[in-house]
């Protein structure tokens, strides 16, 4: 079994903004973060409740 981690933090050490947003880890003209090419090499996602709830309202 193989275990891989991908985390996304800001340089303060959160996933969100104190308002929950996560406007900063909008990747358009930035270099590819390699989050696309992890998920599709990947079974299972874990992630946090916080962060669960925040991804549920997203569209």
């Keep these: 079994m193989n275990l891989s981690v991908f985390c996304v933090v800001s340089v303060d050490g959160f996933l969100a903004r104190p308002d929950h947003t996560l406007d900063f880890l909008d990747a358009g003209g930035q270099e590819p ?27």
């Design 33 to 59: 973060h390699g989050f696309e090419e992890f998920y599709a090499s990947v079974d299972v996602v874990v992630i946090g409740r916080r962060t669960f709830e925040v991804v549920l309202k997203f569209g």
